[in-house]
């Protein structure tokens, strides 16, 4: 079946503009993931959802960052006033639910995000 | 907070040498443990995951891992490494018991193949 898929997989903008990145699970997988990956580093997460509430928003970095999931399948990550600091890769997961076990959480390919 | 230490962020071996790994936790709680693979733009790809039963646990790719409670590790080995194992491999972990799943990566390691 289809993977986890995010859109676009590059993203090139100017500082202080907003961006949306999309995120499409797996079909059937109620918990969705996103982390973020900043050059020579590990995945950090931002966020989760637990259907359509984000059930641990702890991982944003401030309130420029905000991610919906409105029909419980595909989220968008914004981010408002791009910053330099925001060039990463993000990263979207999602799994079955975490409730169950050490669920495997599967990976997209990643939105490359920069910011002149 | 979860912390997770990848000792050597560059791994070098000639093709068909031993492949090792290192990755430590920090919890006094043994967490739940993977091993992903990310290969040059994709996402990242399960290797393998310890969750209670075997303290050895075997992946995809001839990979294993074992999980060593005394020394709070998850060492990732693979008897004879193969060109197409060059990649970046990430040790995470997850607490156990919670439903929020969110998982804590290492920094990476870079393992390059040599013929």
């Known amino acids: ?116 | 907070a979860q912390s997770v230490t990848q000792l050597g962020s560059h791994v070098s071996v000639s093709e068909g040498a031993l492949v090792l790994l290192r990755c430590n936790y920090s919890s006094s709680v043994p967490p739940y443990l993977f091993w992903y693979v990310q290969y040059p733009n994709q996402g990242l790809q399960l290797l393998l995951k310890y969750t209670s039963a075997a303290t050895l646990v075997k992946g995809i790719n001839g990979f294993e891992a074992e999980f060593k409670k005394s020394e709070t590790s998850f060492h990732l080995t693979k008897p004879s490494a193969h060109m197409s194992d060059a990649a970046e491999y990430f040790c995470a972990v997850r607490d156990r018991g919670s439903t929020l799943g969110r998982l804590y990566f290492g920094r990476g390691t870079q393992l390059t193949v040599w013929p």
């Open chain 1, 1 to 116: 079946g289809a993977g986890v898929s995010q859109t676009p997989s590059n993203k090139v903008t100017e500082k202080g503009k907003y961006v949306e990145l999309r995120c499409d699970p797996i079909s059937g997988h109620t918990a969705l993931y996103w982390y973020r990956q900043s050059l020579g580093q590990g995945p950090e997460f931002l966020i989760y959802f637990q259907g359509t509430g984000a059930a641990d928003d702890s991982g944003l970095p401030n309130d420029r960052f905000f991610a919906v999931r409105p029909e419980g399948s595909v989220s968008t990550l914004k981010i408002q006033r791009t910053e330099r600091g925001d060039s990463a890769v993000y990263l979207c997961a999602s799994s079955l639910a975490p409730g169950q076990g050490p669920d495997t959480q599967y990976f997209g390919p990643g939105t490359r995000l920069t910011v002149l």
